[in-house]
C-alpha cells in the first residue's frame, strides 16, 4: 500500500527588531516547524517578532491590559484542520536577564519562548496546574532536539 507524504508548507517571517542581542534564526524556525508538523499542520504562515522590553510592555498594554512586559506573547490569527497562521512575539531584553538564571545563553532562552509560544498556537496551554506540567513536558521535549534541558523544575 502506497504511503502519502505530506510536505510541510510552513513561512515562517522573523522581524528583528532588537540590536543588542544575537539570535539564531534557523532554530527558532526549525523549532516551529517541528511543533507544526508534530500537531499535524501542514500549512501555515507564522511570524516571529523578536523585541525589546519595551515594545512588549506596549504590547502587553494594548492587546492584555498587562502593565508590564512579559516574554512572550502568541495570536492565532487563522486556523482550518491542516493549516494555521499565527504570530509569535518574544522579548530579547526579557530572555538576557532570565537566562543566567538557568544557566544559559539568551537565544537558548529566546528558543524556549519560541517554542512556548508555538506551543500556544497549536493549542496547549498552561493557566491550570495540569495543563502548565504537560506543557513543561513539551517544551522540555521540543528543546532536547536541540540538544538543551531546562533546569526549571
Not at 511543533?35 to 501555515?44: L, P, T
Not at 502548565?132 to 528543546?143: D, I, N, S, V
Request: net charge negative; charged share 30%.
Amino acid at each position: 500500500m502506497p504511503v502519502k507524504v505530506t510536505t510541510l508548507k510552513l513561512r515562517i517571517d522573523i522581524a528583528d527588531e532588537q540590536e543588542t542581542h544575537t539570535v539564531n534564526y534557523d532554530r527558532l524556525i526549525a523549532a516551529v516547524k517541528l511543533i507544526f508538523a508534530d500537531a499535524g499542520y501542514v500549512r501555515g504562515e507564522v511570524s516571529i517578532a523578536i523585541v525589546t522590553d519595551e515594545a512588549m510592555h506596549d504590547l502587553n498594554r494594548q492587546y492584555l491590559q498587562h502593565d508590564y512586559p512579559t516574554d512572550v506573547l502568541s495570536f492565532v490569527l487563522e486556523e482550518d484542520s491542516d493549516r494555521l497562521d499565527g504570530q509569535l512575539i518574544v522579548s530579547a531584553d526579557y530572555a538576557s536577564r532570565e537566562a543566567p538564571t538557568f544557566g544559559w545563553t539568551t537565544d537558548d532562552e529566546l528558543l524556549l519562548y519560541t517554542i512556548h509560544g508555538a506551543l500556544h498556537l497549536v493549542g496547549y496551554d498552561d493557566l491550570e496546574p495540569e495543563l502548565k506540567a504537560e506543557m513543561r513536558e513539551q517544551e522540555k521535549r521540543y528543546l532536547a532536539k536541540f540538544g538543551l534541558t531546562p533546569s526549571y523544575s
